[in-house]
């Protein structure tokens, strides 16, 4: 194995265990196969879980509109190819000419000679699309499509967790949502019943003076149902008191 190759090898590994978010991980693995290649340009795709959909997330060259946006059918052009039937696909020249290429107009990278595509393959299920495009011929030899498919199955993992990691994130973020909204629900009702009292007022002439006051104030119907409360002498942060029946 050639000495560049090695490196590779070493240097995924220590992406591998390092803490990196999907995103910095994913631009390291593209910086990554463009020095161990010596390809001119290298492109990342992963899945969108709701659309089955391959979406760009990373590339060598400047894609800031592209990236998180131009999406590739499962099936479509050589990339919905290689994520279909989980199967590299080596194109040394006029790559644009083979029947599965698709072009988007916003991709240098598709006028270029010749194309690479591995799957990024996790628990034998492909989770990613890595794409090396050459400017010039270029004839992909056995190590080469070996070094590229192994560091998408060493990448492979790494994403999943990353991915696993993300949506761990962002379920607490949901919960922590779900919670405020229903603590803001709890203070507002709790006010309003308050309102009810003091004005023998209904509970929707208590509601919309709630929500009146909050727009002409403009503060959260929250800070108010709280200074309600307070001016009752009552604690926002405990539990409301059950009436006797």
């Not at 992963?46 to 990236?67: N, Y």
């Not at 599965?100 to 194309?115: G, S």
């Not at 560091?151 to 379920?171: H, K, P, T, Y």
């Amino acid at each position: 194995m050639e000495p560049d190759h090695i490196a590779a090898l070493h240097r995924t590994s220590r992406i591998v265990s390092s803490s990196m978010t999907l995103r910095e991980m994913l631009q390291e693995l593209v910086d990554l196969v463009v020095e161990a290649t010596g390809c001119d340009a290298c492109l990342a795709y992963l899945p969108d879980p709701a659309t089955g959909d391959v979406v760009l997330e990373a590339s060598q060259l400047p894609h800031t509109a592209e990236i998180g946006a131009l999406r590739i059918k499962k099936g479509e052009g050589v990339t919905g190819w290689v994520a279909e039937h989980k199967s590299a696909v080596a194109l040394g020249k006029k790559a644009y000419d083979d029947p599965r290429f698709k072009k988007f107009p916003t991709l240098e990278e598709d006028t270029y000679e010749a194309l690479l595509s591995a799957p990024l393959v996790a628990g034998g299920e492909v989770i990613g699309v890595l794409n090396v495009h050459h400017k010039e011929p270029h004839p992909h030899t056995p190590e080469e499509i070996g070094l590229l498919t192994f560091l998408g199955e060493q990448m492979g993992g790494a994403i999943v967790r990353s991915r696993l990691a993300q949506e761990n994130v962002r379920l607490q973020q949901e919960t922590e949502e779900m919670k405020r909204r229903l603590e803001d629900r709890t203070l507002v009702e709790r006010a309003k019943g308050i309102l009810q009292q003091r004005y023998r007022l209904s509970e929707q002439d208590a509601y919309l003076r709630l929500r009146n006051e909050s727009r002409r104030l403009r503060r959260p119907m929250r800070e108010l149902a709280e200074a309600v409360l307070l001016a009752e002498g009552l604690d926002p942060e405990s539990a409301p008191e059950k009436r006797e029946e």
